[in-house]
């Protein structure tokens, strides 16, 4: 791997220790936006009439406006570090594009991204953010490598996925020595990177003598939840927890990896360039409906994420755009703030519990892990406003198509 990664990130990536230290140089970079806020949801609380009380842990005030720049700037730094001059990457609604281009733009090194083509078209205003960093950005899958190619010939009008776009970047980066490879979600140094926010989130609680009775976050490749949950799920495993935290993972219908894939090895990527990783997934042949929340259409999950759910640790939730979407515009008319697509996800699930709650009469405290602002996705909100949205809802034979394909490729799977 040391040909794709930076050598100190494969370190973290194996690391026995239980923590690892912030370097100086990247806890100044966070002092751009650090600590972010945890904010109590009161008008929600009162809109819904529930005796739950609701926080919301606001990543989006971070200068790309979610939370990955809580490892995109350890990645850079890293890479900088080690005489790296360029990272490639993928990316599918922006964020993590947009992360690594401003770190980039911060340690000096050239950014080319590969964005999937469906949110390439959706969210223009992501690809300015990225080119004003400094980046290069590119619609997945592109003619410019092997991969997208053979992907392109086989459906010309191919909408793109998150799999597809890391085998791009994978193979881009292969063509030169100092040049490697950036993710920004599933391995365990990412997730880890992004504790930096479950970690503010437990001081937060203790300085208003509260402790959440549920944490709940969006999944796409996992490092949202990791970093907000992580932290929690680690007090509560060591029996130092003050409560017997329940722990919610909330994907997307159209890609429901833990909620309807099968716990399997599998690439993390479409071109199989990647080793096989022990995760849930739909197969990494699948490529998801075209819908907004484009962070959520991975067809994998964390592995370490995979785990926790298959142990019962952490349950699983979908639900589809239309209803995701439904439950952000409460929040947006009861607290004004307008949430990204993915995290909306996280939103629809938090309104269900404390509605639950409402109907239960208890008074639990709810977490929800708010990933990022929406202010780049109107698109998705023009399209629910004007009834054009659809739910894709997931057919069992697609999932029997590439999982069964899958299992054939590799039968100890």
């Known amino acids: 791997l040391l040909p794709i990664f930076p050598k100190e990130l494969l370190m973290q990536e194996v690391s026995e220790k239980r923590t690892i230290d912030i370097p100086e140089e990247v806890r100044e970079a966070y002092r751009l936006y650090r600590p972010t806020p945890l904010v109590r949801a009161r008008r929600l609380e009162k809109a819904l009439k529930t005796p739950a009380k609701i926080y919301y842990k606001y990543e989006g005030v971070s200068p790309t406006g979610s939370h990955k720049p809580n490892t995109a700037i350890p990645q850079a730094y890293y890479g900088m570090r080690e005489g790296i001059t360029k990272f490639t990457t993928e990316t599918g609604a922006g ?124 999944v796409g490749g996992g490092s949202n939840f990791a970093g907000g949950a992580y932290p929690f799920l680690s007090e509560k495993l060591r029996g130092r927890a003050e409560k017997d935290t329940e722990f919610i993972a909330v994907e997307s219908t159209a890609c429901p990896s833990l909620s309807r894939g099968e716990f399997l090895y599998d690439h993390g990527d479409t071109g199989r360039i990647t080793p096989l990783l022990k995760m849930f997934t739909l197969g990494h042949e699948f490529i998801p409906d075209p819908i907004h929340a484009g962070g959520l259409r991975y067809h994998g999950m964390a592995p370490a994420i995979s785990l926790l759910v298959r142990d019962g640790l952490v349950k699983a939730k979908a639900y589809n755009q239309l209803e995701a979407l439904s439950g952000a515009a409460e929040f947006i008319r009861a607290e004004g703030l307008i949430p990204a697509p993915e995290t909306a996800h996280a939103v629809k699930a938090t309104i269900d519990e404390a509605l639950r709650c409402r109907e239960t009469s208890e008074e639990k405290t709810i977490l929800t892990l708010f990933s990022g ?41």
């Not at 459906?155 to 085998?167: E, F, K, Q, R, Y």
């Not at 629910?384 to 069992?396: M, R, T, V």
């Open 95 to 218: 964020q993590w594009g947009s992360a690594l281009s401003f770190a980039g733009m911060l340690y000096g090194l050239d950014i080319e991204v590969y964005m999937v083509r469906v949110s390439y078209e959706q969210k223009p205003y992501r690809k300015v953010m990225m080119r004003l960093f400094g980046a290069n950005v590119y619609p997945s899958p592109t003619t410019q490598t092997e991969v997208g190619r053979r992907i392109l010939a086989e459906d010309p009008d191919c909408t793109g996925s998150l799999g597809i776009a890391i085998s791009e970047a994978v193979e881009q980066c292969l063509k030169d020595e100092q040049t490697k490879y950036s993710l920004g979600s599933v391995l365990n140094s990412v997730l880890m990177h992004q504790t930096v926010s479950g970690q503010e989130s437990m001081e937060q609680f203790a300085k208003v003598d509260e402790y959440p009775d549920t944490v709940i976050g969006c």
């Open 373 to 413: 602002h929406g202010f780049f996705d109107m698109a998705a909100y023009e399209a629910d406003l004007g009834g054009g949205l659809q739910p894709f809802e997931l057919p069992d034979e697609r999932i029997r198509e590439t999982i069964g394909s899958l299992k054939r490729m590799y039968p100890f799977a």
